[in-house]
């Protein structure tokens, strides 16, 4: 038993080593982790509001390109959110004062989501999503890499309910800049969802009309 | 989930003795009761991924959200529903024969959600339709035959040539109608599924 459990640990660990090389990704030293995390923490909690364009891709292993819409994405510390899809169709999602406002090309709902701690969690992700800070121990195992041009935190969700929704999130940060460039949600089939962050304005000017749909 | 079920139950036996009227072609002539196969003109070619933007309001809910069809092999099609967000939904395969869910949310998983789409997406997607009466009228041809336990009609523009209707029909009661509209190839532009006896409509539109 203890030989099939050492040959597995060593066939696991081959892989993982020719994952890790193939993607060429090397874990941080527990030293440089710590300097990570401290620097992303301090740059986040100066981030009084963000302005920002994306791209995202849906990959579905099945089809022969990945799904590409896009958008715009505003905002303000600590929870005011309004992420807006205008490309190729029109969806914007506000979380506003314990409620989310959704406006589906035209159509206009509104409901309460203070009571539901599955939209807390969901808001809180996106807007850690976003800001970078989301090294919360208690609800992710994270883990630590870089490669030759980002820093990279992976985060594994600890509670069932978010286990449900997403199996891991990547977060790339570029090496000279402690703002998230890229986000990649990944799911068990290896399908996945990539976010890729454009024209990045911090701190920029904030209206109420950005936050009505 | 379980108050959804209930409500499910409920409506589908309350609908069982309020059916609405009779199914019949309007405005057509039986022509000809010659068996033929129609195929399917759309969502035919297996190098296109068909992709629409999709509301569904079921049962007093709304949900918007990407549906992704795609033909894996010949008699095979592979569905994907997935949140404005991207997050997947439901992922299932459906063929004239078989109908396999490769994932689902917990939320969703419901034998009688699950029954509707497969019949849903097994009726839009047949590769072909056994048809043996041929109606004809003055704008339309229609083409009726047994399938899934009922009779489809297919409704045909002339003067365009392209499948604008399929009706759904059992004990000759219209159960679900889809409504095809521009189309192009094998791509269509608009989509919507309307069930007779169920409050269940999905609007589909391409991206």
Known sequence: MIKIQQVLFCVTLFFTMQLSTLAQEEKLSSTEMEDFKRKVIKHSSGIKSLKTNFVQYKHLGFLSKDIETSGNMVFKAPYLLHWQYTNPYQYSIIFKDGKIHINDQGDKSSFDASSNKMFEKINKLIVGSVSGNMFDENEFSISYYKNKTHYIAKFVPKSEDLKQVINEIEMYFPLTKLLVAQVKLNESSGDYTKIVFKNQQLNAKISTSDFTN | ?207
């Open chain 2, 1 to 207: 989930m379980q108050k959804l079920a209930h409500q499910i139950l409920l409506i589908s036996i309350l609908f069982v003795f309020t059916a609405c009227g009779t199914y019949q072609p309007k405005n057509v002539v039986l022509t000809t009761t010659k068996s033929k196969n129609y195929i399917n003109p759309y969502f035919s070619d297996i190098t296109q991924d068909y992709v629409y933007k999709t509301s569904i309001e079921v049962f007093g809910n709304k949900l918007g959200g990407v549906f992704v069809i795609k033909k894996i092999d010949n008699q095979k099609h592979r569905v994907v529903l997935t949140t404005n967000f991207g997050n997947k939904l439901i992922d299932f395969e459906v063929s004239p024969t078989a109908f396999t869910v490769n994932f689902i949310i917990e939320a969703l998983e419901n034998k009688r959600l699950l029954k509707i789409l497969e019949t849903d997406f097994r009726l839009l997607l047949y590769p072909s339709y056994l048809v043996d009466k041929t109606f004809t009228g003055e704008n339309q041809v229609v083409y009726a035959g047994k399938q899934n336990k009922g009779t489809v009609f297919l409704h045909i523009n002339k003067t365009k040539n392209f499948l604008y209707k399929l009706s759904f029909t059992k004990k000759s009661k219209e159960k679900i109608t889809f409504e095809f509209e521009e189309e192009k190839d094998t791509f269509v532009g608009k989509l919507i599924i309307s069930h007779h006896n169920l409050p269940i409509l999905i609007k589909m539109i391409k991206i």
